[in-house]
């Protein structure tokens, strides 16, 4: 069940308390983001449940991306600056190409025709499940310049 649209709609439909905590973090970004060096990521630890991934990347075309899913984590992706494709599927539409990695709480998916695309722009964010399997970073029009940050949120709260 993938929510997705403007941070402050959702912050005002989602009550939980650490989706809230991880609002407020995504309210105050600070400028530091836009020193990460393209194709890096660097983690912070919001709490024992929580962490952030800050991330700096080029978005690319559909075909070099692919589906991915969790189940230890609960992904809150955000874009602070530019706009990517974003395609959602149940897990059960899609193949596994790599199967479950526990360390890195991974699976990986071969890209199926049954899925949906979301459009998310800076100040937006899309809400992935562990039954979502989610293919971000893909290019709207042209490849373009993304800082995301990406918020996991632990399913064993």
């Avoid at 962490?51 to 874009?79: G, M, T, W």
């Avoid at 979301?118 to 709207?140: M, N, R, T, W």
Wanted: glycine content about 2%.
């Amino acid at each position: 069940m993938a929510i997705f649209w403007k941070l402050d709609c959702i912050k005002n439909q989602i009550k939980e308390d650490n989706f809230q905590l991880a609002f407020n973090y995504l309210e105050n970004i600070s400028n530091d983001i836009f020193e990460i060096k393209n194709g890096d990521c660097v983690k912070e630890l919001i709490n024992e449940n929580m962490f952030v991934l800050k991330q700096a990347y080029f978005s690319k075309p559909r075909n070099e991306c692919f589906f991915e899913s969790h189940k230890k984590y609960i992904d809150i992706q955000y874009i602070v600056k530019g706009s990517e494709i974003m395609d959602v599927s149940h897990i059960d539409d899609l193949e596994i190409n790599e199967a479950y990695n526990e360390e890195k709480d991974f699976t990986k998916y071969s890209t199926k025709n049954a899925f949906s695309s979301l459009h998310i722009k800076e100040k937006e964010l899309a809400i992935f499940y562990p039954s979502d399997g989610h293919q971000p970073c893909i290019k709207v029009d042209k490849s373009e310049q993304i800082y995301k940050v990406v918020i996991k949120i632990s399913t064993n709260n």
